[in-house]
């Protein structure tokens, strides 16, 4: 869904460039998350896009949720570990 609309796809790859410069950029709105999600991680696109990762050592992340907040926040507690969903 993320892939078939122009203007958002473009403003996530934004998003990603700034989090890959600097993932504490304000821009992001980069924050833990808590609860069943509690060592995951989500940034903002859009005031509803939300990219969900996790942290795999030291210096990478693995992306798991691209969409919307609502729908990005119902991630499995244990996503695999090859999950990238993109979610509207």
Same mark, same amino acid.
């Given at each position: 869904?993320?892939?078939?609309?122009?203007?958002?796809?473009?403003?996530?790859?934004?998003?990603?460039?700034?989090?890959?410069?600097?993932?504490?950029?304000?821009?992001?709105?980069?924050?833990?998350?808590?609860?069943?999600?509690?060592?995951?991680?989500?940034?903002?696109?859009?005031?509803?896009?939300?990219? *969900? #990762?996790?942290?795999?050592? &030291?210096?990478?992340? +693995?992306? =798991?949720?691209?969409? %919307?907040?609502?729908? *990005? #926040?119902?991630?499995?507690? &244990?996503?695999?570990? +090859?999950? =990238?969903?993109?979610? %509207?």
């Amino acid at each position: 869904m993320i892939t078939q609309v122009p203007t958002i796809r473009k403003e996530v790859e934004q998003c990603i460039q700034w989090f890959r410069n600097n993932p504490s950029d304000t821009r992001l709105r980069n924050h833990a998350l808590h609860k069943k999600l509690a060592d995951k991680w989500a940034f903002s696109v859009t005031d509803d896009i939300r990219i *969900v #990762y996790e942290r795999v050592g &030291t210096n990478a992340v +693995r992306f =798991l949720a691209i969409g %919307g907040h609502t729908m *990005v #926040y119902r991630l499995p507690a &244990t996503p695999s570990t +090859r999950s =990238l969903q993109a979610t %509207g």
